[in-house]
Every structure is written in C-alpha cells, then in structure tokens.
C-alpha cells in the first residue's frame, strides 16, 4: 500500500472506490501521522481518534452495504477551531472559549457531514482569527513544516499545515484579510477565499462579519473544487449567503476558460515586495503567456488605502462581535473582580466583572483590535474614521469592477515576503498588518481570491501566486489557475519532515 | 490626532477592558501608530461616495414566520460560567 | 398652577409572531425561565440573523394604519451597549434609516378634553431584551425566553398636554394595535411598555421657562402612566419653584417609577456617558418596499376604531359617548354591536341593550364577548320582539338573564316561561278600573291635590301592572290610565 498521506482526496476516494485503501486505513494512516507530528507542529487544539475513525469505519461499512455515500466520503478534513462542532470544544484559539461547547454545528459542519467527511481535528489559528502568524493563538504558535523556526502564516495557521505537513488531505480555513491565503503562500499549499456570500458563515465565529468567509486548503485545484462543491450554497440561517447555482466546480475544472485574459496589478510591485517573489509571480506571468493566456497590466489605484480602510471596518466590527464574550451566558469569567484601586470601586461589580473577564480572556491583539474598532465607532470619530472607511471601500470594490471589464482574473504575489521567524512581528503590529496587504482589498470587495504554489524561495520557502476573479466567479478562477498548475509541478513539493 | 492615555482609559471602558497600567502604556502607543495609519484615508475626497458596509449587496431576505423547537434548557444553560438551576447568574444589578 | 405640561411618549410593543424576530424558538409569555432560547437568541459564537417577514410585515402594517410614510429603503443597525439582558452586547435596530417616520395617534374625545391628535416622529423594528431579576446571594438572574421577540418601538413628537391626553393617546394606540391583529398588547405581560418624557413649560417674568426634561420608566399600567406623569407634573414645578433650573441647566433625567411609593425616583446614572457606536448590522440586508407591498399591506387594515367611531356617529346615530364606549372595548364589541344593528335595524335599541346589559352582565361574569352565551343573533331576536311589542323592555331582561342562565334561545325562554305582552286595550281598561276600585285614597289625594298627579298616576301604573303579571304594554297602560283618569276627572 502507497503512503496515503502522500495523496489528495480526489486521489483517495478514487482508490477507496476502486478497493485499493479503506476509509479506516486512510484515517488511521493521518491520524498516526498526526499524532508523531503535532508535538512539533502544534496543529490541531482538539481531536477525537476514536470518534474519526468511528465515522471512517461507518463510511466503509455503508460502502460494503453497496449504500450510497456522499462526495467526501471517507475523506479527513481538517476543522479551523473558528467553526463551531455540536458538543465538541471550539475555542477559536482564545482562553475565552476554553471550555466552549457549542449546542450545534456549523452549517459547514453540517454539509461535510453529510458528505460523508470524516472530522479528524479542530485545528490552531490566531485569536478569534485575528493575527497572520498564529502566534496570537492563546495554545501557543502553530509551526511552519518547511522551517519550524518560521511561523506558517494566519489566521487559518493551524489548517494550513495541516494540509502542508499531511496531518490531513484537505481542511477548512476562515478568511477576513487573508488568513486562507496568506498561510497557504507561506506554507506552499492552495488555499481559496471564495466570494462573499458564496459559503454560508452560520456557525463561523464571527471576527469581522462583512468581511469572514470560509474556504478550502488543499494541495492542488482539483481538491480545492471539490470542497468547494460540498461547502458552498445559499444557506437560510444566513442572510448573506446568496442564492446564486453552484456549479461543478471539478467536473469543470480541466476545461480551459474560454478566455484567458491576465490582468497583472501594478500596484502589487511596489516597495516592501521581496525580489525573488517578485521574480516568481513574473514567471508565473511568463507560463500563463506561454498557454496563449493575454496579459496586461492593470491598475487598482485605491489599493495602497486597502489596509487603513481594513483596518477601521474590521476592527469595528470585531468590537462589537466580540462583545458577548463578557462572561454572562458563555465563555470565561474572572474569578477575582474586586477593585484593585480607587477608580475602579465606582466601578460597579457586574461591570468589573465584565471587565476583568474580558481582560483575562483575551490576548493582547484581540484587545488591541477591539480598542480600536470601538474608537473608530465612539462619538465623534465615527464619521471621520469608520464612515469615510466605508466610503473608500466603495472606491476599492469600484476598482475591482473598473479592473474586470477588461481582464478575467488579476494575478499578483499573496504576500509582499516568504515565511518570517516566529516572534519577528510580534512587537510591531503595524509590521504585521503589511503582511496582509495583497489580500485585505479582496475581502473589502467581496471577490474571491486563491493562492496556489508558484515558486520556492532559495533558503527553501514556498511562494504563492495570488489569482482573483469577480464575485461568484470562482469557476473562472479555478480554471485559470488549473492551466498555470499543469504547467508546473510546485503544487506537487513536501515538506521534508521526518 | 493623537489619542491620550485618558482617553485610551475611556475606549477601554466603553469597551469593557480592565487594562494594567503597562497594557495602558503600551496600547497608547501602538493605538496612536495604528490612528496615524488609518488616517491616510482622510486624503481621500469621498462625499459623493456611497459607503459599502455589506460584503454583498443584496436585498430583502426573510424567513417565514415558522416555530422550530427551543433548546433544552440544560443545553441553553450549559456553557453558563454562573448559573443555577434555572437561569444565568451575574453579580447583581441594582437599579 | 400655571404651567403647560410637555410629554412625549415612547411605546414599545411586542409583535405578535410565531416565533422570535431572528430565529425559529416560540414567543410564549410566561414560560419557566431559560426554556424558549435557541442558540441565535442566546447570542452563541457563530449564530446569525434572519429577518422574520411576518414581524416585518406586522410592523409595516401598524406604520401604515398610524398614517406613517414608509421609507422605499430601510436597514438594520447595531447599538452596543452592556447589559446582562442582551445577550450579545448588541440590540439590532435600527438607527438612521428606520422604516417608517411620522404619522400620528388621534385622542378620541372625552367629555373633559380629547380630540387632538398626537404626531409619530418615527417606528422603527428592533428585537426584545431579555428579563433580568434580583436573586439571592448578591446575583441577578438572567432569563432569555423573551431575548429576541419583535419589537416595535413607537417614538412620538411632545404633542400631549395633559396627563389625561396622555393616557387616552396610549389607550387608543393600544385599541388601534389590537384591532390591527399586531400585539396583544398586555402592559402586565409587558407586550405593550411606555416610557413617558415630561417637562413643564412656565410662564416666568413675560416669558416662558423649560423645565429640564425627565424620562420616566418602569410604567407598567394605565394607572401608572396617569399617576407618574401627574406626580413628576407637579414634583417638577415644585423643583422649579425651589431651585429654578431650566433646561439649559441640567441633562435629561431619567427617573424610575415607584408604583406603592407613588414616586419617581432618580435612576442609577450610567458610569459611561451613552455612546452606542450604531452602525449597520452587516449580517443583516437593507430591505426595499416599494409600493405593491405597501398595497398589500393596506389591504390587510381593517376599520380602524377612529373611523368605526365616524361611522357609528353619522350612519347611526350614536352620540359621540356612546359610539367611543362601544369601539373602544375592542373590535369583538363594535363587531356584536354591527350585528345587532343589522339584524335590528336599531341602533339606539342595540347600543343600549349591550351597553346597559350585555356587557355589564359579561363584566361581572368575566366573560369576554366572545364567550358570552348571547350572540349578536340572540340579542337581535330579542331587540326584535321587543320592537314588536311581543315583549316589553322588563320582560326582555328577564329573557335575556334566562337566555343566559339557560343557554336556550329566544323562543324556547319565552315558551317556558309565559311571556308574552298584553296589548289588549278591553284588557287592560278593566284592569285599570280595577286599580282604581281597589285604590279610593288614591283618587281622593288625585282629586284633593295632596299628591302630586305624576306621582298618583306612577302608582296605579304598578298596580296595572301587577295584576297583569308585568306583561300589560307599558305605553300603552299609560295612554290608557291618561284617558281614564282625565275622564273621572275632568
């Protein structure tokens, strides 16, 4: 039997159809992978072996029994710990959340369920998805499998070395800035933002709900469109997921567009991009040319005011998500409320009570987030700050829509750098923030954007190419970027772990 | 602009976090960094410009007046971190 | 005293929908604490919003009925603010665009004032808090069944001048809501919830000085409503009186009442100043009406008590007391009251019979009309012998308390127990001359002048009727006894 921790789900469910592998061997084979790789990796927060393989067992009764089974099935998926699980812990990578247990699944959940997955792992992420190291993770940092000196990227860290390091073929991120991307690029994997309102966020912890949207992490296009197929679709617990057909995204898949027309984004070579990820995405440039794909340059000339306007829109609707964590109905309170000094006696204890939880409960990004939201909101700034934010959001999406007339996708680097040693930001937020600046606008927009493996730095670390397409046009972006993948093999590179 | 240290005490208020005198330092600073980034936004002249606060613009979604079940109360109750047999339990309000 | 009293009220009112304005769980009032929750209204991590449309739909039906325009494009808003009663730290509402601004509230008239009309400065949708009780052992108590009901929260310009006018604006916001089918409107249950703003305008030195403005809450009935705002009247001029503060000496006051006490007293500040940081709900869409659904919507409005009370007036009749008493108990009474009147075609006859019988005779059985044993047909059938003179006006009470008692109708009463009403004149021209026999001292007090003649004649009209076991016409014994008397007389 071939190592199936060397595989992908299409891969996998094609042998397990053809008798070759059983769902348990599958399970069995990550989970023991897991369980000799985690202590380093610090993937997953929670997991039950028994109960994956339970489910795995179940699918390959059904499977013996002649039933019909669901597009994934015996397939383990791999869980960002931001969607909630029926019972099971979802701490969002929080102390806040420590002993959570939601009273119901993710509709995410609930469709993968259905399919048949098999759940193997809540993974780590940043707090409250908030962060592009998984640094701010309160169960410690998630490590990247090229350099495990280096953090994987965030917030979806956990998910994305999941896939990257094997402990599962396929897993599910969450994305309010970035947080797919960016640790997809780091981690040479792809990672999928879909449009907004293409997955619906029912049961994703909110961090900034006009912006979050859960997508897949797999090692090539072909997984990424099957997970897409199962997650995606109007939910009616979920106002804004929108109710537009769901195509098949793998049966279409190695059909090229019918028109293949690159728009590279000028604003995305400028000051602060590494050279050798510039060199990359100029090659990737050059293989689309090669496949008779039209290039042009095009400009998104509000792009160097996506990350001020991302950072007032999301921190102002992190403040106010994240006020029920205040330690009334669920999630941490503070033992010890009393007042420490003078000022905080005319404080009275319920709302010291709220305060000290709250302090205690949350990390110092989440703070600093929250803080800033709820100034960006307060009386008197509103205007200036969160109102003009959302006015230049507009200017943003409005590039998009100016950009799109001409060109199918737009192509750029994911990240302005590779991989960066853990503990180098951490003291510098605005440092940390840059790291997301290719991808943020997306978000603003609504528009979906991928990362697929273009390219390795020379000290070994993956680069990603960043491919953006308009809303609910997600069809078109995987095609284009299939065509980039079979003309190269940087999506088939592992890391070497032993 | 720049925010004081007072002022950060009064966001943290607002919002709800008890702040040590070093986190006061430290997000006073970082706050004001972050206010200097954000304000580049006021270069932009944006007052015919209609603000997009939705991830997608789409119009009148409703659900059917239908009744589904409640949840047991034990379920409703059980991730309270202070409760009794019956309801949530918070240091008392006094009107 | 010579002051104006300022007040402007703030009504909230519990939709009335099969389940919460967000999510599926019931809206049952009354349940034990904590067991009508669902994880959207416990405000669980993940959980989401979707707009319930019969919630929509009642509110824009109660917009329309009140005169209001509806917006072409409303939206949802958060406020923030903390409080244990709120699960996510957050009511949806709705700040800057609501759905409907203006219209108004009439005050119907009463016989010491009434008849203006009370401008709306806005409606607008938002969600109930949940219910926050004083427990033992220095804890609150949190219950969440009623986080999430469909709120409508009505906002009125200061029009009302006297706590009278502003207890009848309440009362015919309450009528108008119920005839609407939109709330029960139950201020015990708290389905209907007033806070009441008040200041006092006074003459002071040739111009006029503003009291700073309270706001009071806690009103939890009519009663209270009537009693806060006539205390706060005279505890502000009192105030003025001592320490002469205006309005642009002090902020808005918000005070709560204290119903054994009979006092409003100061409420708790908060320790931050208000600021609600609004902006739009992003897990909730902007909602468009255009004018198809606001027609709809119109369809859907019945008569509303102000135009019933019109019609009750100029089609019937009525005088403006009695067309208010029979409209304001509710549609179930004006509805009887149609049937009577049609099947009778008596106006005056039904008003009074279900005023002076029907419900006195519910009230003090604590039935509601609905349950009442008497039908609109059953009283019609009665109101019909009457008019037809098979049954005079005492007899038809009898029938009617036996209809009741027995639950038999009409005819069946009758049969069993002999009514039937003499109308014979040789009948009851014997009987009279019966009276009259049997009764000398009588004439000779007539004749001598000893009592007055009215008082005489009432006398021999009873004996009439005894011996005619109460079923001579009463009109006609009169004529009668007249004619006869005039004819011994002279």
């Known amino acids: 039997m071939i190592d199936p921790t060397r595989s992908t789900a299409v891969h996998l469910l094609a042998q397990m159809s053809s008798g070759e592998v059983s769902a348990e061997e599958i399970t069995r084979a990550y989970v023991d992978r897991a369980e000799r790789l985690n202590p380093t990796l610090n993937v997953f927060l929670h997991r039950d072996v028994q109960k994956a393989l339970d489910q795995a067992k179940a699918v390959d009764a059904r499977r013996a029994a002649g039933d019909s089974l669901g597009p994934l099935a015996g397939i383990p998926v791999a869980i960002k710990d931001v969607l909630c699980t029926l019972g099971e812990p979802t701490t969002c990578g929080s102390r806040m959340l420590k002993s959570f247990r939601p009273p119901y699944d993710a509709t995410v959940i609930s469709k993968l369920r259905a399919a048949d997955a098999v759940i193997v792992g809540k993974t780590n992420m940043d707090e409250f998805a908030m962060g592009s190291s998984t640094e701010n993770s309160a169960y410690g940092p998630t490590r990247n499998p090229w350099d495990t000196t280096r953090i994987p990227g965030g917030s979806s860290g956990g998910s994305a070395v999941a896939v990257a390091a094997d402990l599962a073929p396929i897993s599910l991120g969450s994305d309010t800035g970035g947080s797919i991307r960016q640790p997809a690029a780091l981690c040479g994997i792809v990672g999928l933002k879909p449009s907004y309102g293409r997955v619906s966020r029912y049961g994703l912890i909110a961090f900034a709900s006009s912006l979050d949207q859960v997508g897949p992490f797999s090692h090539d296009l072909a997984d990424t469109a099957l997970l897409l197929g199962v997650i995606a679709g109007r939910d009616p617990m979920d106002s804004t997921s929108v109710d537009t057909p769901v195509p098949d995204y793998l049966g279409t898949l190695d059909t090229p567009p019918p028109s293949l027309r690159v728009g590279i984004v000028r604003e995305y070579f400028g000051e602060g991009l590494d050279p050798e990820i510039e060199a990359a995405v100029r090659e990737a440039v050059r293989v689309y040319e090669a496949a008779g794909a039209t290039v042009r340059e095009v400009s998104l000339p509000h792009s160097k005011y996506g990350g001020p306007a991302y950072y007032l829109v999301a921190p102002a609707e992190c403040s106010s998500n994240l006020s029920r964590y205040d330690g009334t109905i669920f999630g941490h309170r503070a033992e010890d409320f009393s007042a420490r000094t003078p000022e905080e006696e005319s404080i009275p204890p319920l709302i010291r009570m709220m305060m000290a939880s709250r302090a205690e409960g949350f990390g110092p990004e989440v703070k600093r987030r929250i803080m800033l939201g709820t100034f960006a909101l307060s009386a008197g700034y509103a205007d200036q700050y969160y109102n003009q934010a959302l006015k230049v959001r507009r200017l943003i999406r409005n590039d998009f829509d100016n950009a799109f007339k001409d060109v199918d996708v737009l192509i750029g680097p994911t990240t302005p750098t590779a991989a960066f040693k853990l503990g180098e930001k951490t003291s510098d937020p605005l440092a940390m923030y840059l790291s997301d600046i290719y991808t943020i606008t997306t978000n603003l927009a609504g528009i979906p954007g991928l990362s697929i493996p273009c390219g390795m730095t020379k000290s070994g670390l993956p680069i990603g190419l960043q491919l953006m397409a308009p809303a609910f046009a997600e069809e078109t972006l995987l095609r284009t970027a299939r065509v980039f993948e079979k003309a190269t093999d940087w999506h088939s590179r592992r890391p070497g772990l032993s | 602009m720049s925010l004081s240290r007072d002022e950060v005490t009064q966001v943290a208020l607002l919002a709800r976090l008890r702040l040590e005198p070093e986190e006061l330092e430290t997000f006073t600073g970082q706050l004001n960094q972050i206010v200097e980034f954000v304000a580049q936004l006021q270069e932009l002249d944006t007052h015919d410009i209609v603000p997009l606060a939705h991830g997608v613009e789409v119009r009148n979604v409703f659900r059917e007046d239908l009744r589904g079940p409640s949840l047991p109360r034990e379920a409703a109750l059980a991730n309270a971190p202070k409760r009794n047999s019956e309801s949530f339990l918070v240091p008392a309000v006094l009107e | ?490």
Request: charge should be negative.
């Open chain 3, 1 to 490: 005293m010579d002051y104006t009293i300022i007040i402007g009220l703030e009504v909230h009112v519990q939709l009335l929908t099969e389940s919460k304005m967000f999510s599926a769980c019931g809206t049952d009032f009354g349940l034990p604490p904590n067991t009508q929750t669902d994880p959207v209204s416990l405000g669980m991590p993940g959980t989401l919003p979707v707009m319930n449309r019969k919630a929509f739909d009642l509110a824009l039906k109660t917009a329309v009925a009140l005169g209001a325009e509806i917006a072409a494009f409303t939206k949802w808003d958060r406020k923030n603010y903390y409080y244990p009663d709120l699960p996510k730290n957050y009511q949806i509402s709705q700040y800057d665009l609501p759905f409907s601004r203006g219209g108004s509230i009439p005050i119907p008239v009463r016989k010491d004032g009434g008849g203006s009309r009370v401008r709306l400065t806005r409606v607008h949708l938002e969600e109930d808090t949940g219910k926050l009780t004083h427990g033992t052992g220095g804890f609150s108590e949190v219950d969440l069944n009623r986080a999430g009901i469909p709120l409508l929260e009505i906002v009125t310009e200061p029009d009302i001048r006297t706590v009278a006018d502003a207890k009848g604006c309440l009362e015919e916001l309450r009528l108008t809501l119920r005839y609407l089918g939109v709330s029960d409107c139950e201020m015990q249950e708290g389905s209907l919830r007033c806070d009441a703003n008040i200041n006092l305008h006074i003459p002071h030195e040739g111009r006029t000085v503003a009291t700073p403005i309270v706001e009071i809450k806690n009103l939890n009935s009519f009663r209270s409503v009537e009693r806060a705002l006539q205390y706060e009247a005279e505890r502000q001029y009192e105030k003025w009186k001592r320490d002469g503060l205006t309005i642009h000496d002090a902020h808005k006051e918000t005070r709560g009442w204290n119903d054994p006490e009979g006092v409003t007293k100061p409420q708790r500040q908060k320790e931050t100043a208000a600021d609600y940081r609004y902006f739009p709900e992003p897990d909730l869409v902007p909602v468009e009406v255009d004018e198809p659904w606001i027609a709809r919507i119109r369809a859907t409005i019945g008569e509303l008590p102000t135009e019933r009370r019109q019609r009750f007036e100029s089609d019937f009749g009525l005088s403006a007391y009695d067309a208010n008493v029979l409209v304001e108990q509710g549609e179930e009474v004006a509805d009887y009251f149609d049937a009577v009147v049609k099947a009778t075609g008596e106006a005056k006859l039904a008003s009074n019979w279900i005023q002076q019988d029907v419900l006195r005779i519910a009230k003090e059985t604590k039935v509601s009309l609905a349950e009442f044993p008497v039908g609109a047909e059953g009283l019609a059938d009665l109101i019909n012998r009457v008019k037809r003179k098979e049954l005079n006006t005492n007899q038809g009470r009898e029938v009617l308390a036996k209809m009741i008692e027995t639950g038999e109708p009409v005819d069946a009463v009758i049969a069993a127990g002999g009514y039937g009403m003499v109308s014979d004149q040789g009948e009851i021209v014997a009987a009279i001359e019966a009276a009259i026999a049997a009764n000398p001292k009588a004439m000779d007090d007539l004749k001598g002048g000893k009592k007055k003649p009215e008082a005489v004649k009432g006398f021999l009209r009873g004996q009439v009727m005894k011996q005619t076991g109460g079923k001579a016409d009463p009109a006609l014994v009169s004529e009668l006894l007249d004619a006869k008397l005039a004819e011994l007389i002279g």
